[in-house]
């Protein structure tokens, strides 16, 4: 995994703070505090990279912090914004390997892919994650 830092304006939004990623349209988060804005900024861009990533679509390349605003935010009033840098793990290149389960638990672990919409693979890459935090 690679890690790249996106630039999120942050403004003051009724009951907290939304965020959105000029870089990444359609993507948007918020949080009650400012710190939990920030903290649920990484969340939904890396939610937002991976489904993209599932469809097939290309990651965009990172602004520089202080980029202009693109052609979709022209006209906008950023004036209570704080552009801040939210970094996110991008996943590198699927790579095959083999390896060895017992029958039972490779049926168990199909059976919650399967569940939850998502191939052997996915699930195991995920759980993986999640055990390495």
């Known amino acids: 995994m690679s890690v790249r830092h996106y630039v999120a304006f942050i403004e003051p939004a009724e009951g907290g703070f939304g965020v959105l990623f000029p870089d990444v ?9 400012l710190d939990e804005a920030v903290r649920n900024a990484g969340e939904a861009l890396a939610g937002h990279f991976g489904l993209m990533i599932e469809d097939g679509d290309a990651i965009p390349e990172p602004s520089p912090i ?26 590198g290149k699927a790579v095959r390997v083999n390896v060895l389960l017992e029958e039972s638990l490779l049926a168990r672990i199909d059976n919650a892919a399967t569940t939850r919409g998502m191939t052997r693979s996915a699930f195991l890459a995920d759980a993986a994650r999640r055990a390495i935090g």
Do not use: H, I, K, Y
């Open 66 to 91: 202080n980029a202009p605003l693109p052609d979709w935010l022209q006209g906008e009033d950023m004036g209570d914004c704080v552009r801040v840098l939210v970094p996110v793990d991008l996943p």
């Open 25 to 33: 349209p359609g993507c948007t988060s918020a949080g009650a505090t």
